[in-house]
């Protein structure tokens, strides 16, 4: 069955500094990844995606994220972190062998401090 | 990108009772999911809404207790039935593009319930 772990539970970053929030993943066959963003009492957002081609795919707000196949894993990164990141981040996985179900894991919750 | 209505945004209900949350999509869509988000927990998917067939639902959860109704390509329903405190929740109507498509789910703002 396909899912995904988000080790951190909150991620504390200073402002102007790099961030990253960390996401693995188990699927039986390509994986087809997404990271979302939640801010208080909203929907959730959709940041980018991973479906095939260049591993380094960028989103919204300046956010990017690396796939990275052989370690399983798809890291929500951006280079200089703004007070208005802090949010819950959600990381996602479809597996293409399978309907369309996403699945979605435990969140992190990224705390920019100014 | 598809824009996501839902009502209500929130409620506050009695246990025994029910609530309909009701969702709009401003195009149309093939597939329709919902979603429960327990407070400090992530997503869990409830059932997948196909117009013109039963919905289908996930493990742990079953039609008496999450009936959903799709009578169209733009709107969805789900009800919660016989409440609980436990089914105070976030409640989010989303939607994806089609069978096979690998593209993003959009959501909506969410229904928030509590129970008391």
């Known amino acids: 069955a396909q899912s995904v772990a988000q080790p951190e539970d909150q991620v504390n970053v200073a402002e102007g500094n790099p961030l990253t929030v960390k996401c693995t993943y188990s699927v039986s066959g390509n994986p087809y990844l997404f990271w979302y963003v939640q801010y208080p009492n909203r929907g959730l957002q959709f940041l980018l995606k991973?479906?095939?081609?260049?591993?380094l795919v960028k989103g919204s707000y300046g956010f990017e994220a690396e796939f990275n196949k052989s370690q399983t894993s798809f890291h929500l990164k951006k280079p200089s972190a703004l007070v208005s990141d802090s949010a819950l981040y959600f990381c996602?996985?479809?597996?293409?062998?399978?309907?369309?179900?996403?699945?979605f894991g435990k969140g992190t919750r990224l705390h920019i401090l100014p | 990108s598809a824009v996501i209505s839902q009502k209500p945004s929130r409620d506050i209900c009695q246990r025994g009772t029910s609530l309909t949350i009701q969702c709009q999509v401003d195009?149309?869509?093939?597939?329709m999911f919902w979603y429960r988000q327990q407070p400090g927990q992530s997503l869990t998917l409830i059932a997948t809404?196909?117009?013109?067939?039963?919905?289908?639902?996930e493990s742990g959860f079953v039609i008496d207790k999450f009936p959903i109704s799709r009578p169209n390509l733009t709107f969805s329903t789900l009800t919660v039935s016989n409440l609980s405190p436990e089914d105070s929740s976030i409640y989010l109507c989303s939607v994806g593009q089609g069978a096979g498509d690998t593209g993003e789910l959009f959501f909506g703002e969410g229904s928030r319930l509590t129970v008391l």
């Open positions: 195009s149309q869509v093939t597939m």
């Open positions: 991973y479906i095939t081609g260049d591993n």
């Open positions: 809404a196909n117009q013109g067939s039963e919905a289908t639902y």
């Open positions: 996602a996985v479809r597996d293409s062998n399978r309907d369309d179900k996403i699945i």
